[in-house]
């Protein structure tokens, strides 16, 4: 089983700033991958970055940057330029084991202000 | 975007009736999920399928079943539903047959869900 803590409910960013979200993750597997997926208002889930497990370089997309380390099981998103766009909540999600299956974080609600 | 239709978008009941979501794929992806999102709580699986008619259960299975008769479409029904099935169901697709580097899960709009 997979145990995901996002200690964050809620952050505040301005436009045009840098803000880390943090997560921490619980798993048996040795082979896992790690996601981020945002939801704005819209209710759709969108992926925004992905990180293979066995990889130690830290994967990037764009403004969206991850911090990987995986001894302490951490796996932090970093926004850069924050757009009034990436206003949404962000979910950190590790899969592993059979099947793809995802286990959810509960979440941080992200608001970029003006 | 990925091909995933929900169907309905938003749905009210009443308690102890019987309720089925259904989700369909243009992909021809092997796996389809059912994951429900309440507050506090992210999102939850409920149930999955790796093929026409193979099934599994997830974390929150109880007081709901599903169906998988073709590969584009996967039904999750609530027997007689209650009012702590009130929630958003997210219905999801990979293929994990592609190249591991790919692998990842789509997601559909949701049906937003009210027992009554």
């Known amino acids: 089983a997979q145990t995901v803590t996002q200690s964050q409910p809620e952050m505040s960013v301005q436009e045009a700033e840098t803000v880390t979200l943090s997560c921490t993750y619980d798993?048996?597997?040795?082979?896992?991958?790690l996601f981020w997926y945002k939801q704005p208002p819209s209710r759709q889930m969108i992926l925004v970055i992905r990180?293979?497990?066995?990889?130690?370089q830290n994967a990037t997309e764009n403004r969206f940057s991850v911090n990987f380390q995986k001894a302490a099981k951490s796996f932090s998103l970093k926004i850069s330029d924050s757009q009034l766009g990436d206003t949404a909540m962000y979910f950190c999600?590790?899969?592993?084991?059979?099947?793809?299956?995802?286990?959810f974080g509960t979440g941080t609600r992200l608001q970029v202000t003006l | 975007d990925a091909g995933i239709t929900q169907s309905p978008r938003h749905k009210v009941t009443e308690t102890g009736t019987p309720v089925t979501l259904r989700c369909h794929q243009t992909?021809?992806?092997?796996?389809m999920y059912w994951y429900r999102q309440d507050p506090g709580h992210g999102l939850r699986l409920i149930h999955y399928?790796?093929?026409?008619?193979?099934?599994d259960k997830g974390e929150v299975s109880d007081g709901y079943s599903v169906s998988r008769s073709k590969t584009e479409d996967f039904l999750l029904t609530l027997e007689s539903a209650t009012s702590s099935q009130t929630s958003v169901y997210f219905c999801?697709?990979?293929?994990?047959?592609?190249?591991?580097?790919?692998?990842?899960?789509?997601f559909g709009s949701g049906t937003q869900l009210s027992v009554l």
């Open positions: 999801a697709i990979s293929d994990q047959d592609s190249t591991l580097e790919d692998e990842k899960l789509f």
């Open positions: 798993t048996s597997e040795n082979n896992y991958y």
């Open positions: 990180q293979e497990a066995y990889k130690q």
């Open positions: 999600a590790p899969m592993a084991g059979t099947a793809s299956k995802l286990t």
């Open positions: 992909e021809n992806h092997r796996y």
């Open positions: 399928s790796y093929g026409v008619k193979d099934t």
